[in-house]
């Protein structure tokens, strides 16, 4: 026994809409090789936050026969950055990315203004994101109605109409007649998101074992491996999840 020791256990919050939302998003992944030809694009989208640019105090030993690599324990600091990335999923190619110091329901606006207008060929795009507040905001809510010509009183945030809470704007968000369509994944499932797939390639193949002098050979190293990455790698996940339970 050792009664000093805890685990922790966090109680499932069960979403009302998880079959729904699981089935939505699975036939997202199905059809997007057919919906590019029809002109529509399904974009798998999120945030890696707080990226460290660490400096080793002195070179790493490479490696040798018989001989693993040797990495300095101590590092300098130069700050972190955060960056937001779509991964397109019929190509499996990185499309827009963004990245500065904060995360917030600006930068998630912008991003998202970036990729509508760095392609106007595109005449409807499917985002698949996670129930982040910022990925539900009232900013946001305003541009999607601009983008799909809505007119439409949305009221007022807190008080009344479309911007009144999350569930409000959320249920607009998610409108299937909108130029811009955003599906949420369910409650603790953000793993049905592609891009995290991705996520876990950049971060063993550059930031694991990263050395950044700083801030902007941090974002250089990570943009020259996108382009790497698009050039010699991308390619479409091979989906195989159908919406059965996992087994514990």
């Known amino acids: 026994m050792k009664p000093h020791l805890v685990r922790y256990w966090l109680t499932p919050v069960v979403d009302e809409q998880l079959d729904e939302k699981v089935r939505d998003i699975n036939q997202l992944y199905q059809q997007a090789p057919r919906l590019?030809?029809?002109?529509?694009?399904?974009?798998?989208?999120?945030?890696?936050?707080?990226v460290q640019a660490l400096e080793r105090k002195h070179e790493t030993l490479p490696m040798k026969a018989g001989i693993v690599e040797y990495q300095e324990f101590e590092y300098k600091r130069h700050g972190t950055q955060s960056f937001i990335v779509n991964f397109m999923v019929a190509t499996g190619e990185i499309g827009t990315v963004s990245h500065g110091p904060t995360r917030n329901e600006t930068d998630f606006l912008n991003h998202v203004r970036a990729t509508v207008q760095a392609h106007p060929e595109i005449?409807?795009?499917?985002?698949?994101?996670?129930?982040?507040?910022?990925?539900?905001?009232?900013?946001?809510?305003?541009?999607?109605?601009?983008?799909?010509d809505i007119a439409d009183d949305l009221g007022e945030k807190?008080?009344?109409?479309?911007?009144?809470?999350?569930?409000?704007?959320?249920?607009?968000?998610?409108?299937?007649?909108?130029?811009?369509?955003?599906?949420?994944?369910?409650?603790?499932?953000?793993?049905?998101?592609?891009i995290?797939?991705?996520?876990?390639?950049?971060?063993?193949?550059?930031?694991?074992?990263?050395?950044?002098?700083?801030?902007d050979d941090l974002v250089h190293q990570v943009l020259a491996f996108i382009n790497y990455y698009n050039e010699t790698m991308a390619k479409p996940f091979r989906w195989t999840y159908q919406g059965k339970a996992l087994q514990m």
């Open 36 to 50: 590019v030809e029809q002109g529509e694009a399904v974009v798998s989208t999120d945030e890696l936050t707080g």
């Open 123 to 148: 005449r409807k795009w499917h985002f698949i994101v996670d129930n982040l507040n910022t990925h539900c905001s009232e900013s946001l809510v305003r541009f999607v109605a601009d983008e799909s």
């Open 158 to 194: 807190g008080k009344s109409g479309i911007l009144q809470s999350m569930p409000s704007r959320t249920a607009f968000l998610a409108n299937a007649s909108h130029r811009l369509v955003f599906h949420y994944t369910p409650k603790h499932a953000s793993w049905m998101n592609q």
């Open 196 to 215: 995290e797939i991705w996520f876990s390639i950049l971060v063993r193949k550059v930031l694991k074992r990263g050395n950044f002098s700083s801030i």
